[in-house]
């Protein structure tokens, strides 16, 4: 009978060892720091769009890098705090009520992907042209990158101008054709 157990609790160490979670564990404080790491990029991104609402270019200063990249549907529109800031003021003036909530946020290493939208009364110029006194909102979406500070360094932004330029009141005229 020896023998027996002998073998038995050989089986069954065997089946434990073979059965064995190899998934490496992540101890708690890489846990803790990583919750802590993706919850300041998220309050950082609220900060940006809240400063963006505000008008806030203090704010928008003191969470981006100097030489800040922006990139809107395509085309770099601005290289450093200076021309964003230029940016917001373009905006501000043509809807000093706008205002941009975030819908969703998600956060993969060093980046957040934020799902937005935009509403503002179009009561001041747009350019050269003049205010049509119209409500308009869009929906866009941004990728801010941020460095090892927390600090953002890059957003691309993507919305639909065409159709808030359309509710906003202007149209797309015909193209002359020769």
């Known amino acids: 009978m020896n023998n027996r157990s002998f073998n038995l609790f050989c089986l069954v160490l065997i089946i434990l060892v073979a059965c064995k979670d190899n998934v490496p564990r992540i101890n708690k404080n890489q846990v803790m720091a990583n919750n802590t790491y993706v919850s300041v990029l998220k309050e950082t991104t609220k900060i940006y769009l809240n400063a963006w609402s505000e008008y806030d270019t203090l704010l928008q200063q003191s969470i981006t890098i100097q030489k800040v990249v922006r990139n809107v549907n395509g085309e770099n529109v601005s290289y450093n705090q200076h021309e964003l800031f230029k940016s917001m003021h373009f905006w501000y003036r043509a809807m000093p009520d706008i205002k941009i ?46 460095n090892d500070a927390g600090k953002i360094v890059h957003e691309i932004a993507y919305f639909d101008m065409l159709s808030l330029m359309e509710e906003l009141g202007y149209t797309l005229e015909s193209p002359v054709m020769n």
């Open 101 to 146: 909530i975030d819908k969703e946020i998600t956060v993969i290493e060093n980046r957040t992907y934020v799902n937005w939208v935009s509403t503002g009364t179009n009561t001041g110029m747009f350019g050269d042209i003049p205010p049509t006194g119209k409500v308009g909102q869009t929906n866009g979406i941004s990728i801010l990158t941020f």
